[in-house]
């Protein structure tokens, strides 16, 4: 592990904020675009001062060449600020993009394929869109006197005593917790202290601490929200907060992946605590976790009503990497009673697998960056699918560009923390 400073040369997060909310109220804000930079999924507590050097310079290249400010949101996320016309708004993008990319390749090239550009690079339009910027700068700000170094723990914390801060933290008031700066990658060990944690708290506890759940609501045009069901999860933000201090869990590989069989068996065994009454619900379960006791477990304990309202929902890119298995899985859920999704699909995928002949109920899309410009493309796609009798939701909606585009489409799903926002509103 490198223990040396990261060179941070920008601005700080607090500065930022304080810019973007003075521009609130006015017809347009000074600058026109806010870019945010994040390598987040690499593990950087491994790289070298040449790394650093190299990133550094691919940041400043661009905020010199077009009149720009840097900021340090954190040890690994940057944001750039500009004043761009749409021309030099592409030129510019692609620009960085390509220069980060590169030096993943020559820096990381066993992590190369695991980055999502959405994420390394998201620009956010200031004069559609400040109110995002100033919600994502925020909690930045927030950590920035909270930072700190988290070295690798000599041994890991009690299950004991993650279990009794997990849960003292349910009662209390939410409080932003500021997480550590320097990351160490995901451990077997971690993955033994969740379910050793789940073991200790058992599934009503469990429940309360680390399972969320997030609506999926009907929109029609010129009406409010309208729940039709819940997706309960395992929060990453709450494991990260009490069990997973300082553990960086993306672009961890196969432990990963274990980490998230664990947790699926985990959300199966709460399942009665999260959902008592066994209403319609949706579960995102991997491939591989329909095979595993737990999940034979579930089948045995669920009565055939219960069972019935679940929605199972299944990545796509783990579906396809597991075809022969997933056909198989949905055979076993189907014969229950059980219903099948596809999550996870991006705009630019739609239509690329066949969903219709899969069988899946629904189709989870993704909402993020330019896909307000390459899903009205998908149309057909979109209506190749609903004519299908697969419903379309647009998931992680953070905006109302989301439902507008949703609508023309004949999209009615939606879920995200917008939808949220929408839902608790009055009418």
């Not at 909402?367 to 009205?376: C, D, F, K, S, Y």
Request: hydrophobic fraction near 40%; aromatic fraction near 8%.
């Amino acid at each position: 592990m490198n223990d040396e400073a990261i060179p941070m040369l920008g601005q700080s997060p607090s500065r930022l904020l304080e810019l973007l909310q003075g521009w609130v109220g006015k017809s347009r804000p000074e600058k026109t675009h806010l870019l945010l930079v994040s390598i987040s999924v690499l593990p950087t507590t491994e790289t070298t001062p040449e790394f650093w050097s190299d990133f550094n310079k691919a940041l400043i290249h661009s905020r010199d060449r077009n009149d720009g400010a840097l900021y340090d949101l954190s040890e690994t996320e940057r944001a750039l600020l500009f004043k761009l016309t749409e021309n030099r708004e592409v030129a510019l993008t692609t620009d960085l993009r390509v220069n980060l990319l590169r030096l993943i390749q020559r820096h990381f090239p066993d992590h190369f394929g695991l980055v999502d550009q959405t994420r390394l690079l998201r620009v956010v339009n200031l004069g559609k869109r400040l109110g995002n910027a100033i919600a994502l700068v925020e909690r930045f700000a927030q950590a920035e006197t909270g930072m700190s170094v988290a070295p690798v723990p000599a041994a890991d914390p009690s299950p004991q005593a993650v279990a009794a801060t997990a849960l003292a933290a349910v009662a209390a008031a939410p409080v932003p917790t500021p997480q550590p700066t320097k990351l160490r990658s995901l451990h077997i060990n971690d993955i033994k202290l969740v379910e050793d944690v789940s073991r200790e708290l058992g599934a009503r506890d469990f429940a309360r601490a680390f399972i969320r759940a997030q609506p999926i609501s009907e929109i029609a045009s010129g009406q409010p929200p309208v729940q039709i069901m819940r997706e309960y999860y395992a929060s990453m933000d709450l494991l990260r907060r009490h069990a997973l201090k300082g553990v960086e869990m993306r672009g961890s590989g196969n432990l990963f992946n274990q980490l998230t069989i664990l947790l699926d068996q985990i959300v199966l065994t709460s399942f009665r605590q999260s959902n008592p009454d066994g209403v319609n619900c949706s579960l995102n379960m991997n491939v591989e976790s329909v095979f595993t006791r737990g999940f034979e477990e579930f089948l045995d304990a669920t009565d055939e009503s219960t069972f019935g309202n679940i929605l199972f929902e299944f990545r796509q890119a783990n579906i396809i990497q597991n075809f022969d298995e997933f056909s198989v899985a949905c055979d076993l859920i189907r014969s229950h009673g059980g219903r099948i999704a596809v999550d996870a699909m991006f705009p630019e995928t739609v239509g690329l697998v066949n969903l219709s002949r899969l069988q899946v109920e629904m189709a989870k899309v993704f909402w993020r960056q330019n896909a307000e410009t390459v899903l009205p493309d998908r149309r057909d796609d979109v209506h190749a699918l609903q004519e299908a009798g697969v419903r379309v939701v647009f998931s992680r909606v953070d905006d109302q560009t989301a439902i507008d585009v949703g609508q023309e489409l004949g999209v009615r799903l939606y879920q995200g923390f917008y939808v949220d926002r929408l839902l608790t509103q009055p009418a």
